[in-house]
């Protein structure tokens, strides 16, 4: 709710001042009353009008808890605090001034940058994203065991024993020092891409359903892969379509802030144009360094993008192969 104050402390108003003399803040008084504060009306079109600058989800969550009259108690509040600001003359002090016409121009910035973005981002645009960085919306899976022994020689006999027809389940609870999964016949279960030790991982993936791999080594010792299941689970655009069009907007923001520099002259103190805006030759606009450009793009507050930020890969499991399970804790198949 912290940012909803924010947000009603700055907006609250009804549009009555002197026309001589306006004051920053003003918000037009449309819509029936709801109530009063000091004589001011708050109405329901101020209150509309200032939920509709929150994100879709704060929406939704203060319709759900039914919090509506937790808003109007923030805009009574926000009303007094303004009214306050304008009978101090805060308004006509230098230094806030100067922060209301910042704020003017970020307003106006990140709403010129939503058009941009609304106009670019095509349904044709969109299923070509989503297209380009399918990867990341599928989850590859595959559902194995194993048997994993120190020894290259026993590894081979093991082998030999399999294509004679011998029971994996049996073999790998006989020879396998994985112990985690040793006494469950090897059974690791299902594992993802990226969870496991390259080698395993690439037996894992490229032995065919229902067969097992030929002996593969890895820092762990040597071992022989049992795929049960494979699973390609891609969820389809009408499910990241947040997603996507979170992807989409940093690259269309880009490109847009790459054109309008390169149609702009920019010229230092000296009247020389920099390097970043008008080469005729064609170095002008590329923003070469990543990571640099931290401008939001805010939406009226429905949403936000970073560029140049880096994603972090939270809350992915490790499967550790050949290691110990700590005790109370059940080993998740990875080795």
Known sequence: MRKLLLILLCSISCNNAPAESPVPGQLDATGDVVTTVNGQPITQGMIDATM????????????????????????????LLYREALKRGLHKDAKVQTTIALSAREALAQNLLEQIVDERATDEAMQKWYQDHIIQFTKSEVDVSHILVKDKALIDKIKTKLDAGGDFAALAAKHSVDPGVSRNGGRLGKIARGRTVPQFEKAA???????????????????????????????????????????????????YFEEI???????????????????AEGKGTKAKKKGKNKLK????????????????????????????????????GKK
């Open 261 to 279: 520099k390169s149609s702009a002259t920019i010229e230092n103190a000296a009247g020389e144009k920099t390097e970043d805006a008008g080469d």
């Open 52 to 79: 509709a600058l929150l994100p879709e989800h704060i929406q939704k969550q203060i319709e759900a808890a039914g919090q509506q009259e937790q808003v109007k108690e923030q805009m009574v509040l926000g009303e």
């Open 205 to 255: 993936f490229s032995t065919p359903t229902g067969t097992y791999s030929a002996p593969v080594q890895s820092q762990f010792g040597w071992h022989i892969v049992l795929v049960h299941e494979k699973i390609n689970d891609q969820k389809l655009l009408s499910d990241v379509t947040e997603d996507v069009k979170q992807g989409i907007s940093k690259e269309i923001i880009q490109a």
């Open 297 to 332: 793009l805010k939406a009226g507050g429905k949403r936000t993008i970073k560029l140049g930020g880096k994603r972090k890969a939270g809350g992915k499991r490790t499967i550790k192969l050949g290691g110990k399970r700590k005790a109370g804790k059940k080993k998740a």
